[in-house]
């Protein structure tokens, strides 16, 4: 949109003030053509009609306004009338983004409250102007959540959080985790009765970090061959997961016997999870430390260092 400025010394129409686009900023016009560059930045030089030459300048309301004053000679002359106060502030809603959401919530809300101040300065009608920019603001927010979640992820994956020790004095074990753990205990019925499970978990959107234990009768795993104990927790991760054991090996924990296990699981949605786990049989108790992770999302360095990362300790 073109706007006529009537300044002494040139003809009508031979100034214009073109608004700003979406992707571009305001431009002066001399006899239709965009005005020459002056001498310093941001100055434009224009022909009067007696051959003299005069600098023009922006000034703008704010910085990104599409249709700013313009200063001849250092005489401003007024384009159209400023924004009022309450259209800048509905223009503005979206910035409260950069307070919940940080840099991504700064950007989008930056980028709409630029559209909705060049919605506030198009010739649309006032109603269609709120209804759109308002739309805008909603856009941006929606936007906002869908990228929250993901660039999250990304990020956590670019720079992992530094784990910390945690370890647990009844349980008398230790295991570092970049997340809190915390502790549930429940009662689950068993071939030898019911028996106290403790576990200690933690979850995120793409994995579930889980260390458990329970204390079965000690006179009974006296009597009993730890393999078959051992196999017999294999057979039930793997068919409480209904997944498919990919490997097993043997492994040990300070002369304790164990299994290292890698299953493979499918869930009602079609979704393919990893199960990294390490089962410990020590004397009577029964560990088992496993990483359930979305399998295209997993990290086999950060699984590694969390199942080697689970140590023994004395009470």
């Known amino acids: 949109m073109k ?7 040139f003809s ?3 100034v214009e003030l073109e608004a700003g686009g979406f992707w571009r900023g305001a431009r002066l016009l001399l006899d239709g053509q965009p005005a020459p560059r002056g001498p310093k930045r941001g100055q434009f030089s224009l022909t009067r009609d007696d051959g003299t030459l005069a600098a023009a300048r922006f ?5 990104l306004d599409t249709i700013p004053q313009v200063l001849v000679d250092d005489i401003t002359y007024q384009v159209v009338p400023p924004l009022k106060w309450y259209e800048w502030t509905w223009s503005a809603l979206p910035l409260v983004l950069a307070f919940i959401g940080g840099g991504l919530g700064g950007l989008l809300g930056g980028a709409a ?12 009608g006032t109603v269609a102007r709120y209804l ?3 739309l805008i603001s909603i856009v941006a927010v929606v936007l906002f959540l869908l990228s929250v979640g993901p660039i999250s992820q990304a990020i956590g994956s670019l720079f992992p959080l530094p784990a910390r020790e945690f370890s647990s004095a009844a349980g008398r074990f230790s295991v570092s985790s970049p997340y809190t753990l915390t502790e549930n205990t429940q009662s689950i019925d068993t071939q030898v009765g019911a028996v106290e499970l403790h576990m200690f978990s933690a979850n995120q959107p793409t994995q579930t970090l889980i260390v458990s234990y329970s204390d079965y009768p000690a006179e009974l795993v006296s009597k009993s061959n730890p393999d078959k104990i051992l196999d017999g927790s294999r057979n039930g991760m793997v068919q409480n997961s209904k997944g498919q054991l990919l490997s097993e090996t043997r492994i040990t924990i300070d002369g304790h016997p164990g299994r290292e296990l890698t299953v493979n699981s499918t869930v009602d949605n079609g ?12 004397e009577n108790r029964l560990y088992q430390v496993t990483v359930v992770t979305i399998k295209d999302k997993a990290n086999p360095q950060a699984i590694d260092q969390f199942l080697q990362s689970f140590k023994l300790t004395t009470p």
């Open 59 to 63: 000034k703008n309301y704010w910085i």
């Open 113 to 124: 409250m630029v559209i909705n101040g060049r919605i506030f300065r198009s010739s649309l």
């Open 132 to 134: 759109l920019s308002g």
């Open 271 to 282: 979704q393919e999870l990893l199960l990294r786990s390490r089962i410990y049989l020590v």
């Open 3 to 9: 706007y006529p400025l009537s300044i002494p010394g």
């Open 12 to 14: 009508d129409g031979r």
